[in-house]
């Protein structure tokens, strides 16, 4: 075999070995999506008058799931953006939905200083394990999550989310 067909023979192998493992990565990765999906639709947190509120109620919609506290600087900087984005896009099918991981009545003083108009639900120390199922690793504030109309996970982004991206992300599923 010429040395040139060496060369040729051991790239296509690596590009089928790249694919390959890409592909298993991909089904890998959509096989715990789901899994972290369901978690998130199955949970339930109660709101600030202490009625239970299943994210399920809004399977059908594009769902940002949101989990923040009064105390952490980054969600501070980006829930004003998301007050214009549930604004901007509510009436095309866009549910945003906080779940603090506070105290009640510091999350609503919060929730009113930001004119939140979206739902805002207790979490605990509960919620915190919820957002790891769902792929938060550290288990860090905030964390994001954005599910499509058919309940499965679309995005995730860990620590502070620009408005500007979490738009393009939106636009996208809607």
């Known amino acids: 075999m010429t040395r040139r067909r060496q060369i040729i023979l051991v790239a296509v192998v690596a590009v089928a070995a790249a694919a390959a493992g890409y592909g298993f ?4 990765l959509s096989g715990a999506d789901r899994g972290a999906a ?3 639709m199955a949970t339930q947190f109660a709101d600030m ?5 299943p994210l399920s ?3 059908g919609r594009v769902l940002v799931v949101n989990f923040w506290a009064t105390w952490c600087a980054p969600c501070r900087e980006e829930i004003p953006g998301f007050v214009r984005l549930q604004e901007k896009y509510r009436d095309r099918g866009l549910q945003f ?9 510091k999350v609503q003083a919060f929730a009113q200083e930001f004119g939140m108009n979206y739902p805002v639900l207790l979490g605990g120390i509960d919620s915190v394990e919820m957002s790891r199922q769902a792929g938060n690793r550290v288990g860090a504030l905030p964390f994001t ?5 058919n309940g ?3 995005g ?6 620009k408005e500007s991206k979490l738009d393009g992300m939106i636009k996208s599923l809607l």
């Not at 990565?25 to 890998?28: T, V």
């Not at 008058?49 to 509120?53: F, I």
């Not at 999550?145 to 109309?149: H, K, P, Q, S």
């Open 57 to 59: 109620q809004w399977r």
């Open 25 to 28: 990565n991909a089904w890998h």
């Open 145 to 149: 999550v954005i599910l499509d109309r």
């Open 156 to 161: 995730r982004e860990l620590g502070g989310l």
């Open 38 to 40: 369901e978690a998130v």
């Open 97 to 105: 939905v906080g779940i603090a991981i506070d105290q009640r009545d």
């Open 49 to 53: 008058e202490g009625r239970l509120q």
């Open 152 to 154: 499965q996970i679309a």
